[in-house]
Structures are given as C-alpha cells and as structure tokens.
C-alpha cells in the first residue's frame, strides 16, 4: 500500500519501510558522499577545490580533503545502516511498532547533528576544518558573505546547496514537530502542517532568502567599488537575486493550494494558475542562469554559440569531460528542473503526492545540485586561472584594479 495522503490517513508499505527521519538522514549522508566524490574528481583533474573556497591546505602527511570526507561518509553510512537494521527488527513493519519506536531513528538523527559540532579526529574533519565549517554556516545562515579573499565562492556554494535541500529542511523540521507534539510521533505518516500553516514553507523559503540577501550584498559592493566603469553597475547581481525571488511565489502558491479547504472552483482554478506560471518562470530562468551564468556556456548567446573557437553552445576550455558530456548534463539539468511536470501528467498527478515520490524528487534534486557542483567549480577555476591573480571576475572589481590584467570571457 502506498496510498493516497490526501484520502488516507494510514503508514503506506513506504513510510513503514523507510520512515520520515531514516529519508532525512540517508540524504544528508548522501550529500557528504557527493561532496567527497566532487572532491576527488576535481582534484584528479588538478583542480584546487580548497583554494578556491579558501579551505585551510593540507600539510605533510595529512591526507587529501576528499580522503577525510570519504571517511566521514563511511561512518555515517555504516551508523545509518546499523541504525535502520535495528529498527526494522525492532518494529517488524507492524504499524503500531514503527510508530512506538520513533524515539529510535530520532538519535540517529542527534548523531549527525552532534558530529557537525564535536566531529571525531580520526573519523571527521580536523579541527581547524570544523571550526571553518562552522563559521562558514553561521555566517551563510543570516545571509553573510565572506570577501573574496575569505572564502565568498565556499559562501556561495553552501548556500547554492541549502536551496537543494529546501525541501529536506522542511521534512527535519517535520520529524521534530511532530515527535515533540503531544501524542505525536516522528515515524507517523508525515504532518506537513504540524507547526502551522505557515512555519514550513517559510523554513523552506530560508535557503532562497539567504542567496537573495548575498547577491545583494554583492551588488552593493560593486556599486562602492573604484573603477565602475570596468565593473558595470552590479546589474548581474540584481539579476541573480531576482532568480531567487522567483523561488518565493513557487513555496506561496503551492502551501495556498495545499491548505486551502475551499469548493469555490474559480479560486481553485486561479491557484492552479498562479502556481504553474510561478514554477514555468522559476525552473526556466533557474535552467537558464545555471548555464549562462554559473557554467560560462555560450548556449543562450546568439553572437557566441557558434564560435569556431569551441563546440557549438560550448566555450573553449572544458576540463570535466567531453563536448557530448556537457550537452547530457544540460538537458539533464532541465528536465531535473522541471520534475514538477509530473503533477501535469494524467495519470501521475496524485502520485507526485506519495511519500515514495516525494522522497524521489528530492533525492533528484540533490543528484542535481552533486552534478551542478563540478561545472560550476570548472567554471570558477577557468575564470581563476585566466586572470593569473587568482581571482575571479567579480572578485577582481572588488580588490586592487591593475589594468593590465584583462579577464578573458571566452574561459
């Protein structure tokens, strides 16, 4: 059974498998194997990850960062799976059980977030390393951003990947509401309400509220560095902060249609309405901008894209793979942006509803962000590497100007 949430208020053969706390902490892990595996990728491909995010180096015998965070993914991994075999002998799939043991997964859940504050030497990050993630989390939590030469490209990435786990946020939050809640449990069928009609789609507006406020801070930067004529007026930045705005009327629209108990076919229309001429804008400028902005393609530019210097809609360098890679992973990249489609489709739109596709799209969206990550570091590298300073592009209209260093676009 796997039914529908709307009509049916019982554990489907999903949640009593793999309950709500169990799919939160599998893609937390999951995200720490990604990062490990961008990592050592990028650096078989000599490219200095931890320079570019001002990551403290690795000295002597230490071992390279992706070896650490190999470890650290191990661990988690082998607790997780001790954690769930446990669980399922405990419960035996039986309802009433999965539901009595909640308090089970929930020290799963503790362990992860313990070892982000006192993580073990041999297994985690050093200390210097944990510190600097904890800074860099506080910092990006309020909408900070680091100067350049502090690590504002480390900033921009962590907050890149809290938007990716939006969704994931909410689902945490959920797990504790409901545990907490008077006759609650963490491993029910999950209460997407609990809290409020309100408090979890704002938690999932957080992430997008975060980069909006650092690409305006950005562009305030710009608009007090020297030289304004070589840097632009910060326009790119207004434009990057209204990419995210349009995440907002995407999370309003759908907890309307969501919590809404009205008969007034009109205002259920205009709702349906509303919600898909949000998501049609938010995954098509969000497409957009990941390619033209964040991976330097030249697909979306008419004067460029058929330059003889590089692959049609490509640009000259390309370290990550082959042309026939980067045109897989763009339209890889649109049809994970556009996952809603499904609640389109006869046939599928309640199923887009079950907890086994909910969990689906989220782990998409994560597999997204994990492949989005390589090009957007290869990208950041070239534009590092081209201007021999170590610097990007924007980072150069913030720091000394010397005009003899020009930025070539083409890398």
């Known amino acids: 059974m796997d039914g529908d949430p709307s009509v049916e208020d019982r554990l489907d053969s999903f949640s009593l498998t793999f309950p709500l706390p169990y799919r939160v902490a599998f893609i937390i892990v999951l995200g720490v194997w990604g990062w490990a595996l961008n990592l050592h990728y990028l650096y078989a491909l000599q490219i200095d990850v931890p320079s570019l995010i001002r990551y403290p180096p690795r000295v002597g015998s230490q071992p390279p960062h992706h070896k650490s965070t190999y470890r650290l993914a191990s661990f988690l991994s082998a607790t997780l799976c001790f954690s769930i075999v446990v669980f399922w002998l405990l419960s035996r799939r039986d309802p009433k ?138 326009g790119q930045h207004l434009a990057n902060a209204a990419k995210y705005a349009t995440a907002f009327p995407v999370i309003i629209f759908s907890a309307l249609q969501r919590n809404l108990a009205t008969q007034d076919k009109n205002v259920s229309t205009g709702l349906y309405r509303a919600w898909l001429v949000a998501m049609l804008v938010n995954s098509l400028y969000s497409f957009y901008w990941d390619v033209a902005k964040d991976w330097d393609l030249t697909l979306f530019s008419a004067k ?106 083409d890398d």
């Open 97 to 234: 059980l999965v539901i009595d043991y909640d308090w089970w997964p929930m020290t799963y859940l503790l362990l992860l977030a313990v070892l982000f504050v006192i993580p073990l030497r041999s297994l985690a990050v050093s200390h210097t390393g944990r510190s600097r993630l904890l800074w860099t989390l506080k910092r990006v939590s309020i909408g900070g951003l680091a100067e350049a030469k502090d690590g504002k490209f480390g900033d921009i990435l962590l907050a890149d990947a809290l938007t990716s786990y939006a969704k994931v946020l909410g689902d945490l939050f959920v797990c504790l509401c409901m545990f907490l809640s008077r006759g609650g449990s963490a491993t029910k069928r999950p209460d997407r309400n609990c809290g409020g009609d309100v408090f979890v789609p704002l938690l999932m507006a957080v992430p997008s509220m975060i980069r909006l406020r650092q690409c305006l801070i950005e562009y305030l930067r710009v608009r007090r560095a020297p030289y304004k004529e070589s840097a632009g007026w910060g």
């Open 304 to 409: 460029e894209r058929n330059s003889p210097e590089h692959p049609f809609g490509l640009r000259r360098r390309l370290m990550i793979h082959k042309p026939a890679v980067y045109y897989a992973v763009v339209g890889l990249d649109l049809a994970l942006r556009c996952t809603w489609v499904i609640k389109l489709t006869p046939g599928l739109d309640h199923v887009a509803d079950f907890e086994s596709s909910i969990f689906l799209i989220q782990f998409l969206e994560v597999f997204r962000r994990w492949v989005w990550i390589f090009f957007r570091v290869e990208a950041e590298w070239l534009r590092n590497t081209t201007t021999g300073l170590g610097l990007g592009v924007d980072d150069i209209l913030l720091g000394v100007y010397d005009s003899s260093d020009k930025y070539d676009s």
